[in-house]
């Protein structure tokens, strides 16, 4: 599990492309991965900016009707995932 | 069901400082003279985009050798695709990465021939050893995605763990260890080139071990090679149904090795639109789906899960494109291949000499 206070940030060479009439898709190396609902919000955030506990806050604030331990499990674990692909890393 | 070409190879020249005995090229190479000029490509690629093409996989030859390779990429990029060079890094300056990495390159994909300097510069017929650790450190500062891309077989598999360490060193993210696959240049160096079971066996455990051990670190991708395999691989993820290649002087084919197939008439994308060739042309229609199936892949489960394996090897080892791939298990042809491996299996490892090497083209 990443640190709360980690900063959660694309890795070099992955990038989001938005293409007007298209869906946002993630690009990386070898793949793409369509963004859709929720992971396009979570992957905006990740700016290299926010920590991923502000990243998981904002999340929280976003969708008031969801339970907000969910929101925190389901978004560590997505970007786990984009971090055991190497299309994410926590600094 | 209509397919779309998620992945464009451009093979922009096949010209190439390196001669490594298992090109994937064809043994007929196009010429400097017939290549495609910088519009012709970059139309092309804009018209991937518009069938939906994501990836863009500049290849060759050696892409470097084209003088006017910032420009694809460039063009490339500006047309909205993700831009991966396919290198042998000879001929790559700093200042000439950095051009690249400024007109839009996401990633760079560096081969190695081997760990030991000795024999990767015998593969490759060149020193080229040295030179691709230098591009590996370089590529490894910039603001791009990094692979290492190390091909192995007979001559090195077993060394898998100092390749491993070798990419842990350069601190590469991703890690593709490919065994030598037998089209083109590799066919005549099989015999030296095949693994056996055990070196594959072994290989294997080592992969799974590093994988382990480098989670979140490290990724890696290993390619065993088909003849061991009890299915054959789905080739180019189907005949037509996800992948295009357009060679260096702008025919459009449906893998590397579609025009060693008798009787295909290959389009050129300087001739027709690009989504006429992909969707219509005979011969991206020629295997694509199920109806050119012969038994037993026609009833076979696992028809839409590999698509009767690679065209191109059936032709190589059973001398019918329509045939279910030799390396299937259940092929009526598979005694080709289990007589290869019988003979690999059983003879003494071949002299790493004596090599047949891959001829550049004028």
Known sequence: MPHLESVPRLAAGCRVSTVAGEQPMLLMPEGALRLIGTSLKIVELCDGQRTLAEVITQLQQQFPAVDPAKIATETVTFLERLHEKRVLNFA | ????????????????????????????????????????????????????????????????????????????????????????????????????????????????????????????????????????????????AFTLNVVVHRQNLDRLEQVIAMAEQLGTDRLEIANVQYYGWAVSNRDRLLPTREQLKRSLEVV????????????????????????????????????????????????????????????????????????????????????????????????????????CQALLLAQDANATDPVCSLAPSHGIVRDILERVNTHAVPEASGWVYRIDPR
Request: proline share 5%; glycine share 8%.
């Open chain 2, 1 to 144: 069901m209509s397919f779309i070409p998620l992945a464009l190879i451009a093979e922009v020249t096949h010209r190439c400082p390196l001669h490594c005995v298992y090109c994937s090229n064809p043994l007929e190479m196009q010429r400097r003279t017939t290549e495609m000029a910088t519009e012709d490509w970059i139309g092309v690629f804009r018209q991937a985009r518009e069938l939906g093409t994501l990836q863009l996989h500049l290849s060759g030859g050696e892409p470097l050798a084209r003088a006017d390779l910032t420009e694809l990429v460039a063009g490339a990029r500006a047309g909205g695709l993700y831009v991966n060079l396919i290198t042998s890094g000879v001929g790559l300056s700093a200042e000439l990465l950095s051009r690249l990495i400024a007109a839009g390159l996401d990633h760079l994909q560096l081969s190695m021939q081997d760990v030991e300097e000795s024999l990767a510069n015998d593969i490759a017929g060149a020193r080229s050893h040295a030179l691709k650790l230098e591009v590996a450190r370089m590529a490894r500062q910039q603001p791009i």
């Open chain 2, 208 to 311: 799974e071990r590093a994988r382990e051990r480098l989670k979140g670190a490290m990724r890696i991708d290993y390619v065993v090679p088909d003849y061991y395999a009890r299915y054959p691989k789905a080739c180019m993820g189907g005949w037509g149904q996800r992948l295009m290649l357009i060679d260096p002087a702008g025919f459009a084919l449906p893998c590397h090795a579609a025009r060693t197939i008798p009787g295909l008439d290959f389009s050129n994308a300087r001739e027709s639109p690009l989504g006429w060739i992909w969707h219509e042309s005979p011969a991206f229609r020629r295997f694509r789906g199920e109806d050119w199936m012969q038994e037993p892949c026609r009833t076979c489960e696992r028809r839409e899960i590999d698509f009767g394996g690679c065209r």
